[in-house]
């Protein structure tokens, strides 16, 4: 079946550096992939909406200069924490769905991010 | 707007008693997707049900089984002799029947099955 991988799994990262986070999809083309994070004992909150060769689309409150989306091919997408402080630690999840539109949407394991 | 109401935050059973997980959704679409997931410990997100508003019908897959009222606007899931491997945190989530469009969740409900 359908299959995102997301890599890596986890990281651990000094304050101040950057972090970026893959997602693939590795047996189907996806137009749209999302990024959601989730914070301890929390919901998935969705971050963006990365569209292929275009700019993402930022949820209310995501700042986009802070988590950097780019989706240069239709089965990448990365989303890069620029500058990532204590309080970016969560846990990162991405999805795509097939581009065949209302096909379901298949998530990655997630990246936990430790910003110490 | 769209919105996914889980109510039970946490809910604690023994092993083999049956145990219903309640999920109520506000939309103004007139078609639109449901979803229940499972993420255990380790994070990841286990897909279970796919229902389209369209199907009313409820489903039975082994131990699980949901129930979609469109009246109440409600989707509910139980889990029939329930396993301490089914101990983990349940999402239900809602999207438009709209190609690009991404899952709202609520805020899940985290079953604690003891032996």
């Known amino acids: 079946g359908a299959v995102v991988s997301q890599h890596p799994s986890r990281v651990i990262c000094k304050s101040g550096t950057s972090v970026k986070i893959e997602c693939r999809s590795l047996d189907f083309q996806a137009t749209t992939m999302f990024w959601y994070r989730q914070f301890p004992k929390q919901s998935l909150m969705l971050m963006a909406t990365?569209?292929?060769?275009?700019?993402?689309?930022?949820e209310q409150g995501v700042e986009k200069d802070k988590f950097l989306i780019n989706h240069a091919s239709l089965t990448l997408s990365t989303l890069t924490v620029a500058s990532a402080h204590p309080e970016d630690s969560s846990f990162y999840i991405c999805?795509?769905?097939?581009?065949?539109?209302?096909?379901?949407?298949?998530f990655g394991n997630g990246t936990r991010l430790t910003v110490t | 707007a769209q919105k996914v109401t889980q109510a039970q935050t946490e809910i604690s059973v023994v092993e083999k008693e049956d145990v219903t997980l309640d999920c109520v959704y506000e939309?103004?679409?007139?078609?639109?997707?449901l979803f229940w997931y499972k993420q255990p410990p380790s994070g990841e997100l286990v897909f279970l049900i796919r229902?389209?508003?369209?199907?009313?019908q409820n489903e039975i897959s082994g131990r699980y089984s949901w129930n979609f009222q469109k009246s109440t606007s409600s989707f509910n899931f139980t889990i029939t002799a329930s396993q301490v491997v089914d101990s983990a945190v349940y999402f239900c989530?809602?999207?438009?029947?709209?190609?690009?469009?991404?899952?709202?969740f609520g805020k899940g409900t985290t079953l604690s099955v003891s032996s």
């Open positions: 990365s569209n292929e060769g275009s700019k993402a689309t930022y």
């Open positions: 989530a809602l999207s438009r029947n709209q190609a690009g469009t991404a899952l709202i």
């Open positions: 939309t103004r679409d007139t078609t639109y997707y």
């Open positions: 229902r389209n508003s369209f199907d009313e």
């Open positions: 999805s795509a769905r097939d581009r065949g539109g209302n096909s379901p949407l298949h």
